[in-house]
Nanobody, 116 residues
Framework: QVQLVESGGGLVQAGGSLRLSCAAS????????MGWYRQAPGKQRELVAT???????NYADSVKGRFTISRDNAKNTVYLQMNSLKPEDTAAYYC??????????WGRGTQVNVSS
């Protein structure tokens, strides 16, 4: 089973940008879809963005127009470009491999903190 490792989190001021990376231990080309999730303290984990093996993407309304998910199958890596960050984007961000919309493998997460 593929293992996932997230990186790229950190502290940024509101309006700034970060790019998160999710590196897989094996090929992601055949994985049905990859997703980025986030969990803020005291809140449930929520889906932020997904990208299918065919390149179709979907976003939560709260991040549409600001975040972009992409994948590089040659590098077995999925990215989340986050622009115009807001304090409410502060959370631990996780990537996951999905099958029919259901995550079945998770990374350990990377923390994103956005200061006002």
């Amino acid at each position: 089973q593929v293992q996932l490792v997230e990186s790229g989190g950190g502290l940024v001021q509101a309006g700034g940008s970060l790019r998160l990376s999710c590196a897989a231990s094996g090929s992601i080309a055949s994985i049905h879809a990859m997703g980025w999730y986030r969990q803020a303290p005291g809140k449930q984990r929520e889906l932020v963005a997904t990208i299918t093996s065919g390149g179709d993407t979907n976003y939560a309304d709260s991040v549409k127009g600001r975040f972009t998910i992409s994948r590089d199958n040659a590098k077995n890596t999925v990215y989340l470009q986050m622009n115009s960050l807001k304090p409410e984007d502060t959370a631990a961000y996780y990537c996951a491999a999905q099958r029919w919309g259901i995550p079945y493998t998770w990374g350990r997460g990377t923390q994103v903190n956005v200061s006002s």
